[in-house]
């Protein structure tokens, strides 16, 4: 499992301090401060000092919004470090370590009473008791991980928000961007892959491209069915915004619908272990164990395929426990239940719940292609037809990818040949599957 980032904020070179003593920061960094990070089990990232004009470049924020962890050395009152500390506690609630040199500093009224490790410095400038220093840097560390909050703003502020993007499109709509590069996109995907990369080799270094256009571009190759090139940029990402759950959750995406269903599973594992469940996670994780179930079933492994379906269930089951209001996990556990020989006996009480959530979403004035799919395979189950044809007719009008309907068109399939099995006839599900395809298809 990839290790935590933490990203460290402090003066570069050698500076004089308060006391007129010159100390020497890059042995501060070196001695103690990235030995301590490694020590706690963390990856350190230095902040550069790569700056156009004097301003942070947008890069440079990324790292330090989306970075797990943060270190901060308040020695000198520099007024850059001080600048993006502020940044940080404003977005982290937890997670920020401070530090300073004990040689006579005194800090600035407003950071006085944070917690702080004061360490020790030699006449040269560097510390003279590292291991120490590093000792108690590495438990504070350690501490943090029990994301007790340490941002003074979310700590003195009531109600002040946790800043997070937990929906790719809720994000590539909201976050701002060069729109020259949105416009281009948008019809680039109405071009083709080539156009799409073409973009791409425009944009230059990954590493200095801001994470809007990123997350955009990545999103793009997804809508034209690029798996490939999502999995090829979701790894060349630079490493806080590769390691986000939201670059994460696509990369499993992408290799999933690549046919590498194993490493998908193993990315959405360990998402859940490190950041926690989310009904996206688990989401992508019953549609991971969903298309192995259904490729064991075409090569006859029974016993397999089986085991494969429960799991499949359990993910689902899971991501819509984690959050009832995301009816997409709950719609699929619904499905498959209906789908065991004989039905799972949970999908009665289940499937009133998921309608319950789906209504609430159209309801909330912000309805998307997913809620009307949900009301669709709802009414299917339920044998209205009239109701899937007016879920149907809601559902085209919004539709945003050619994946978006396959993947409907595939459950209705399911259910059909289900159904089919048992003897049951339901001759108007063929015309919606048709019209699904035909969209599919475009």
Known sequence: MPRPLCFVLMPFGKKPGSGGAVID????????????IESAGLVPIRADEEQAGGIIHKPMFERLILCEYAVTDLTTANANVFYELGVRHAVKPATTMLLFAADGTRLPFDVAPLRTLPYQLGPDGRPSAAEADRTKLAQMLNAAQADAVDSPVYQLVDGF?????????????????????????????????????????????????????????????RGVSAWDDMIRLAGAMPDPLRRTPMVQEQLAFGLNRAGRGEEAERVLVELVA?????????????RVYKDRWDTALKQRERTLARGLLD?????????FETDWRDAYPGIN????????TPPDPRAE????????????????????????????ELA?????????????????????ESWEPETTLRNLRLIRASREARNETVPWMKDIEDELERKAKK
């Not at 799991?311 to 991501?319: F, M, Q, S, V, W």
């Not at 556990?333 to 065991?340: G, N, S």
């Open 25 to 36: 920061f890059d042995a501060v960094y070196g001695e103690l401060i990235k030995p301590a």
């Open 161 to 221: 928000p946790d800043i997070q993007h937990i929906k790719t499109d809720v994000f590539r709509e909201q976050v701002e961007y060069s729109a020259a590069v949105k416009d281009e996109l948008k019809t680039a995907r109405k071009q083709g892959v080539d156009a799409i990369r073409a973009i791409e080799q425009r944009l230059g270094p990954l590493d200095r491209v801001e994470a809007g256009v990123l997350v955009d571009l990545l999103l793009s190759y």
């Open 274 to 286: 490190s950041r926690g469940p989310s009904s996206e996670t688990y989401g992508l994780l019953g």
């Open 311 to 319: 799991k499949a269930i359990d993910a689902y089951l899971k991501g």
């Open 333 to 340: 556990a619904v499905t498959l239940m209906t789908l065991k």
């Open 349 to 376: 009480r289940l499937l009133p719940v998921v309608r319950y959530a789906v209504e609430r979403k159209i309801a909330s004035g912000k309805p998307d292609y997913w809620d009307y799919a949900t009301l669709l």
């Open 380 to 400: 299917v189950l339920a044998k209205d037809e009239n109701g899937a044809m007016d879920a149907l007719a809601q559902a085209l009008p919004v539709l945003r």
